[in-house]
């Protein structure tokens, strides 16, 4: 089913989305109007935004906003996207990781780290894209399912908007993230049951509110856009080139798809050198359908069932799993998956080197590539880009037992001096 016939009524309406021409079905190719559809009648494939972008030059960007609307030419949203209240998330910092380069032995690495968007997760970019989508076809609530950065991210932007907001989340979501949708006095719904439960939900009731936007499923094909202003942002903070690889975590596998072709789009504009760029792939072992087809060399991604404490990348039956598959196998890149005790020391050896507090998707990330780096499989001394997508205070939990005070001490400085082997 697409949401189209549950829709507010788009049928033969002209809307502003920028460069957005039409929607195209991933699989044959299909093209089809804009509209709130998510699903390709013809194939029955994912649908995706086409593009006419005219003339973008580097200059226009660098004097744009600093949000992803120095990006709006680029990206399926109105022309006057910034007028209307958002959460501008965005140009979060690309950190010269020198210390954890030392640490991996590797010549150098570059963490970006969206950490810094304001519900601290990337989910604010690419809902900030879908709010913009959803209001010019006339949407009135935003919804959707989520592990947990997204049910944040949706609460927060919907209440800046003015807009009512529905979030349903698994009822076993870490509290902390709970909590941060809470705050923001929507209708929050825990779910008993995982996320693909929660997914299947949401897909039943974007058919029956026609009012609703679905982030990630009746406007998908514009939210999930949002992702490519990683791309956009790396390209641009390195000096307006690529990165020589890039290590993404997989959740449902868009991100990496999209970061594939943001730096597709800024090469296909000459805005950058089309330089080759090796793309690679981290999961969770409790949940790491993708990596298991790469290994054994499938095309298809055979569910799962998630057992792992990186909830927020914990999607059984990845959409995008696929194309991500084809994705690094065509840019030389490689998917590896990491136990949760790894997970914890990744999340640990991030903080200790260089002051970055990272979720349990973010150790994923960085014990990935520990384990990529052992295997051979990424080089040492390539320039290298690792994407942190959310903050350490959302995962607590997953820490929680193994750290704390090295001791408790009298005030004295003698007490100190000798906690600290110092006499």
Known sequence: MTAAAHSPATTGKTFDLGPAAELVSKEEGHRQPLAPEFVSLEDFSPLEVAYDFGRVR????????????????????????EQHPNTEPGCTRLVRADNLAKALGVKQIWIKDDTGNP?????????????????????????????????????????????????????????AKILMSAVY?????????????????????????????????????????????LAFEVAEQLGWRKPEQIVVPIA??????????????????????DSPVRIFGAQASGCSPVSSAFKGGHDVVQPVRPDTIARSLA????????????????????????????????????????????????????????????????????????????????TLDAVQDGIGPKATVAPSTEAVDEALGLR
Do not use: M
């Open 58 to 81: 580097r200059e226009d960007i660098e004097a744009g906003p600093r949000s992803i609307w120095r990006y709006k030419h680029l990206l399926p949203v109105p022309s006057t996207v």
């Open 119 to 175: 519900t601290h997760s990337f989910k604010d970019r690419v809902v900030a894209v879908a709010l913009a989508a959803a209001r010019e076809f006339g949407f009135k609530v935003l919804a959707c399912p989520s592990t947990g950065n997204l049910a944040n991210a949706v609460a927060a932007a919907a209440a800046r908007a003015g807009w009512d907001s529905v979030v349903l989340v698994p009822k076993t979501l870490e509290r």
């Open 185 to 229: 006095d929507g209708s929050l719904l825990a779910v008993d049951g995982n996320y693909d439960d929660v997914n299947r939900l949401a897909t039943e009731l974007a058919g029956e509110h026609e009012d609703w936007a679905f982030v990630n499923v009746n406007v998908r094909p514009y939210y999930s856009e949002g992702s490519k202003t």
């Open 252 to 273: 449902s596998g868009s991100q990496l798809t999209k970061v594939y072709k943001g730096f597709n789009e800024f090469a296909q504009l000459d805005l950058i050198e």
């Open 315 to 394: 999607i059984g039956a990845p959409a995008d799993g696929p194309y991500v598959l084809d994705i690094v196998r065509k840019t030389g890149g490689a998917i590896e998956d990491v136990t949760d005790e790894e997970v914890v020391e990744g999340i640990r050896l991030l903080a200790r080197t260089e002051g970055i507090f990272a979720e349990t998707a973010g150790g994923v990330t960085v014990a990935t590539a520990k384990k990529l780096l052992e295997a051979g499989k990424l080089d040492p001394d390539a320039e290298t880009v690792l994407l942190i997508t959310g903050d350490g205070l959302k």
